[in-house]
């Protein structure tokens, strides 16, 4: 696993976290790994700017649930994976953030050695962490919070979810990924576990893209405020004290026009 990129020996897949947004929060190793890609596997949250690093020949495959369609079957994208590295190419597959945060980067490393393929990761700088510092919220902020959790607000299919009476009582700043939803749910039992009304929230959406916006608010009046600002989704909830500090009045971010990265 600590091979770099380079030494890969085919059949090889390169799991690569292509950041929030912004291709300048792309990695030296992620460009790398994209510019030497022949095939791409991308998903749904990867920038746009960041597939400017590939080259011009490579094949680029979008697997996500693009314009509200069904996303490419988890097997599907395994079984794609695995016969393109078998073909020689070299692949990438770009997730969002970080491939190893709620991005089903474990499975697709399973499927992949099961299959004889070799795996290298480049981390990427999730949005739980990006979001957050893109309005200046410090989500581990020692004044405020021994910690942080990193939580999803979309249950499994007949898993039963985070247990938000324990986080409640935990002490810990709260960052929900794929919360917007679920979000009356959410804040129902954060209050029936104990946690105040008055504790601040925080949403941004589409954090270090031109469309970044946010809200400030409190646990009572989170549900209700998000849904009348029509923030959408890809969004991040912060709650806890944190939320309440950093730069209410940022909005949109300004993504770097960029970039010559040797
Ligand atoms: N692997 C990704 C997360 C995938 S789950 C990562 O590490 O960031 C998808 C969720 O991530 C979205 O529903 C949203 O909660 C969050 N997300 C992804 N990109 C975001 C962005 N630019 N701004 C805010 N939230 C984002």
Redesign the pocket.
Known sequence: MNRTTEDCQAPCVTLVGAG??DPELLTLKAIKAIRRATVLLVDD?VGDGVLRYARRSARIIHVGKRGGCQSTPQAFIHRLMVAQARQGQRVVRL????PF???RGGEECDALRQAGVQVTVVPGI???IA?PAAVGIPVTDRRCAPGVAFVTGHAQPGGGGADWAALARSGLTLVV??GVSAVGHIVQQLLEGGLAASTPAAV??????PRQRQLRCTLATLAAELHTSGLA????LVIGEVAALGAADIDAAVPGSLLGVG
Do not use: R
Not at 95 to 98: E, L, M, P, W
Not at 204 to 209: E, Q, V, Y
Not at 233 to 236: D, E, F, G, T
């Open positions: 929030p947004g949250l997730k969002g953030g970080d945060v709620f991005g999730t949005a739980g979001a990924y794929m941004i959406s589409a954090a270090h893209t989704s890809p969004a991040i």
